[in-house]
């Protein structure tokens, strides 16, 4: 074995030489697992605090840069709190921020346990989650659950040898199988000392052995260590990979909600925590079962994209909303991977009546909505990129001075394509902007108890070119209606709701003086109105 002799008690070396297997707990770790014990932390935060407003995903090398060296910081964020809570945005979603092997996206991770040095230190992240708990805004983390670095001191320990005493927190096999296919090809790469190592991803980012409850333990204790420093949840990637089967069976495995169960336990422990998994292919087994509670309403962004893009309701967005558990779920028009697709500008080509429109659906409906940076101003991007998806990660605009406002050197990444035009200080306090229209349709959500948790009553049927739906909570019932088409377009009401005395809340309009008394709403091309009635 090409331990140090050092790392073995003299109980253990004995074990070894009588070829007993040893435990993770008899040995000096080659990283921290010391268990960590939990302890209270009270953000100050409603109890609801997740279901009240908005969040807003944030990868922190793109946000903002604080100290000049063309790359975002934790610290960055910090000076852009204020601007998160004057948009209405209510909690924040930061992309990993641990020590990572790759330097960019974050998902190798090298350290659970401590801050990726690009971004500042752990002293910077408590001052972000205390200046954002002043502000009423939680913070969580996304959590890499599924996988290591392939340079994590854990998996370099399991990788030095076929006795190694890690090996098998790390899912390994003596001879390569067969038949493999998963998201990054062919799962099985040969280790330094022999045997195969699993890595559905990529040969870099080797997956974890759940069948070792070590290791589910090590996880549970790095989240004790965030949770203990104020974090306020987590977003938890690649839950549907955890544990495999076989060839055809590696994905959205049973064992898979066992495993997220015991995590929802420990954040139900802490209280007003909150936990989203990311599940592309099975978002409704984790958010109607206790194993998440939430999950990612994967599908549902593009079922609106394509109700906007072609002009009417179509059957793929009122059927997931009839069949999806929608209310507990996160819902989003974009995030960072390309396989959800472009930015919405992009995809929209631009256009800001569409993006309006787009953005009044996510935001009336039900569900938990997510924001990815720079989808409020309309950002887009199109300088070449080593892979697909560092072009949905390029600096946030904030302005259109050199450097957009994001950094006083050169940003680590080509600027958006449309920052010239499509920034912060352009868009601020411009009426009819998309970021003003986002600001708008926040703070309505965040006024009425109805949009954020009341139940859904669909009124027009497929591919008519509006979309009307209700939504009623806490003695009040408000009336949305979406003009997906671009001509006007009319919608009679029910019986049930004609003639009523509806109030004028919001229109994409300057039709403030807009009344609803009779039994037709009439739509001008693209418009949105939102009405509201007290309930007897």
């Known amino acids: 074995m090409n331990l140090p002799r050092s790392l073995f008690s003299l109980a253990s070396l004995t074990a070894l030489l009588l070829g007993q297997p040893l435990q993770a707990a008899e040995l000096t770790a080659p990283a921290d697992i010391s268990p960590v014990a939990p302890q209270a932390h009270d953000s100050g935060l409603p109890q609801d605090w997740q ?49 990572s092997a790759d330097h960019d996206h974050g998902y190798a991770i090298t350290d659970y346990r401590d801050i990726e040095p690009d971004y500042g230190t752990l002293a910077d992240f408590d001052r972000l989650v205390a200046e954002a708990h002043k502000r009423g805004i939680g913070v969580i983390l996304d959590y890499v659950m599924n996988h290591s670095a392939d340079t994590h001191p854990l998996f370099a320990a399991a990788n030095s040898a076929r006795n190694s005493p890690w090996r098998n927190w790390y899912v390994w096999q003596n001879d390569k199988p067969k038949g493999w296919q998963t998201y990054g090809g062919d799962p099985w790469y040969a280790g330094k000392a022999g045997g195969y190592y699993y890595g559905a991803f990529a040969s870099t980012m080797p997956d974890f052995n759940f069948r070792n409850p070590q290791v589910l333990e090590f996880h549970l204790d790095n989240l004790r260590f965030w949770l203990n420093r104020g974090v306020d949840g987590f977003r938890f990637d690649a839950v549907g990979a955890l ?20 995590v929802h336990d420990l954040l139900n422990e802490y209280g007003k925590r909150y936990m989203v998994a990311e599940v592309p292919s099975a978002p409704t087994e984790f958010s109607a079962s206790d194993s ?18 072609m002009g009417r309701t179509m059957d793929t967005l009122t059927g997931y909303l009839k069949q999806k558990p929608v209310a507990r779920m996160g819902t989003f028009l974009s995030n960072h991977d390309t396989f959800a697709g472009a930015r919405i500008a992009q995809q929209l080509g631009g256009d800001i009546a569409s993006n309006k429109i787009a953005a009044a659906t996510l935001l009336t409906l039900p569900g938990i909505p997510f924001l990815y ?28 001075s050199a450097n957009a406002g994001f950094s ?28 003003e229209t986002y600001r708008a349709l926040i703070a309505l959500r965040k006024a009425h108890p109805a949009l954020q948790t009341g139940n859904l009553k669909l009124l027009s049927d497929d591919d008519d070119p509006v979309l009307v739906f209700t939504r009623e909570a806490a003695g009040e019932q408000i009336l949305v209606a979406l003009n997906y088409s671009r001509r006007p377009a009319s919608f009679k009401l029910p019986p049930a709701l004609a003639n009523q005395h509806w109030q004028f809340l919001y229109t994409t309009t300057d039709k403030a003086d807009i009344q609803l008394q009779t039994d037709e709403l009439s739509l001008t091309a693209q418009q949105v109105t939102i009405f509201k009635r007290a309930l007897p």
């Open 51 to 99: 279901q009240r407003g908005v969040f807003m995903e944030i990868l922190v090398r793109s946000y903002q840069d604080s100290n000049g060296d063309g790359i975002g910081d934790l610290n960055g964020v910090t000076r852009r709190l204020d601007y998160l809570k004057a948009l209405g945005i209510t909690g924040i979603w930061l992309l990993p921020v641990y020590r």
């Open 243 to 262: 544990v495999e089967n076989g060839p055809n069976l590696w994905e959205n495995q049973p064992e898979n909600h066992q495993i997220m169960r015991r």
């Open 292 to 309: 998440a509670g939430s999950a990612f309403a994967f599908g549902l962004q593009t079922a609106i994209l394509k109700s906007v893009q």
């Open 373 to 400: 940076y720079g989808e409020e101003i309309g950002q887009t991007f199109s300088e070449p990129v080593q892979w697909d998806d560092q072009r949905l990660r390029g600096p946030m605009s904030w302005d259109d």
């Open 408 to 435: 006083t050197a050169k940003p680590f990444r080509a600027l958006a394509a449309n920052y010239a035009t499509a920034n912060v200080a352009a868009e601020q306090s411009q009426p009819g902007s998309l970021l």
